[in-house]
């Protein structure tokens, strides 16, 4: 009951799991696991432990019904290599213990992160965010990564050079471009990683930051599989619907009405669509949601 030891976890502890060019995860160490979050839930009844599909259905009781508290009684720390334009974002999770290197103690490292071809692809038309999915061609992405390289390269010549004027590492470091790699160790418990892994998993999040959070997810996994599996089932794979949206899966569902998409009522954007409380906006992404199992 004690120290929760899992095999699985144990077995990759300190290994690197390499991301994007130069990137890598380590799971570090790890509290808990499974068990933890049965232990925790079941204090208040003072009952021992049941057969793993019974704690297994009870973690996925828990997640269903955000009972949190025992799943924030896991904690996983991780050691992380990532570019800095990624580190910005990840470090928006502000409920994570961050110990970053620091460029003020030490001179940093000439290490810099290159897209590969197929991650170069134009501003995206429907998402101001992102790119496009079609990458550029071939010749075009040579291009751009030799931009990328040229401009690296004299940022960090530059940098050198600052140093070798003797000028100090915490001032020097401006002349340092997002795309150098800085590495930090995190450590968060298992309720806020999984919500960190619903948002950076999401297509909305940024490729190289997904890259990252697909290889937490498997180390996530060898940790809590029962309670990653349940997160998986009802969060990653699952969408939300709201009061009318409810309304509007009974209407079909008691009358048999195909999927069909709702522009033959041709509503306003704002306007209800026939016999439905959603306008001919909310209409669309209702199907959509239905179709990819997105939530939009
Ligand atoms: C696809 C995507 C696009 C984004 N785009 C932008 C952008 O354009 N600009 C931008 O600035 N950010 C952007 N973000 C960052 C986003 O707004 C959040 O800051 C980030 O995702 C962290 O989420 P969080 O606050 O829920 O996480 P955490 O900081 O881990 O917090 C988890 C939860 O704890 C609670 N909490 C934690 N700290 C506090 C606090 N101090 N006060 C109150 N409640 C707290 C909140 O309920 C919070 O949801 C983007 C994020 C994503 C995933």
């Known amino acids: 009951?004690?120290?929760?030891?899992?095999?699985?976890?144990?077995?990759?502890?300190?290994?690197?799991?390499?991301?994007?060019?130069?990137?890598?995860?380590?799971?570090?160490?790890?509290?808990?696991?499974?068990?933890?979050?049965?232990?925790?839930?079941?204090?208040?009844?003072?009952?021992?432990?049941?057969?793993?599909?019974?704690?297994?259905?009870?973690?996925?009781?828990?997640?269903?019904?955000?009972?949190?508290?025992?799943?924030?009684?896991?904690?996983?720390?991780?050691?992380?290599?990532?570019?800095?334009?990624?580190?910005?974002?990840?470090?928006?999770?502000?409920?994570?213990?961050?110990?970053?290197?620091?460029?003020?103690?030490?001179?940093?490292?000439?290490?810099?992160?290159?897209?590969?071809?197929?991650?170069?692809?134009?501003?995206?038309?429907?998402?101001?965010?992102?790119?496009?999915?079609?990458?550029?061609?071939?010749r075009t992405a040579t291009q751009i990564q030799e931009i990328l390289a040229e401009g690296s390269k004299a940022s960090y010549d530059r940098y050198k050079e600052l140093i070798d004027l003797g000028l100090a590492r915490e001032i020097s470091r401006i002349a340092l471009p997002l795309s150098l790699y800085t590495e930090w160790y995190w450590q968060i418990d298992l309720h806020n990683l999984f919500r960190f892994l619903m948002l950076r998993l999401d297509t909305h999040a940024q490729r190289e930051i997904r890259e990252y959070a697909s290889t937490i997810l498997e180390l996530t996994r060898t940790v809590a599989p029962a309670a990653t599996e349940s997160f998986e089932r009802h969060t990653l794979q699952g969408v939300r619907f709201s009061g009318p949206e409810i309304e509007e899966i009974r209407r079909r569902l008691a009358i048999g009405t195909e999927l069909a998409p709702a522009t033959s009522a041709a509503p306003q954007d704002s306007q209800p669509a026939s016999s439905s409380r959603l306008s001919k906006k909310e209409l669309e992404r209702f199907e959509e949601k239905l179709k990819t199992g997105r939530q939009l």
């Not at 580190?87 to 409920?95: S, Y």
């Not at 038309?125 to 071939?138: I, V």
């Open 1 to 138: 009951m004690a120290h929760c030891i899992v095999p699985e976890a144990e077995a990759i502890l300190d290994k690197e799991f390499k991301v994007l060019d130069r990137g890598f995860i380590r799971l570090v160490d790890y509290l808990g696991g499974d068990q933890r979050i049965v232990q925790a839930a079941r204090v208040s009844y003072g009952e021992g432990t049941k057969s793993y599909r019974e704690d297994a259905a009870l973690i996925d009781y828990l997640l269903r019904h955000e009972h949190t508290s025992p799943f924030e009684q896991v904690v996983l720390t991780f050691h992380i290599k990532l570019p800095i334009f990624v580190a910005r974002q990840w470090i928006r999770h502000r409920t994570a213990r961050v110990n970053e290197i620091s460029g003020r103690y030490s001179v940093m490292r000439d290490e810099f992160f290159m897209p590969a071809p197929d991650a170069l692809a134009p501003q995206s038309d429907d998402n101001k965010q992102g790119r496009a999915s079609t990458p550029f061609d071939d």
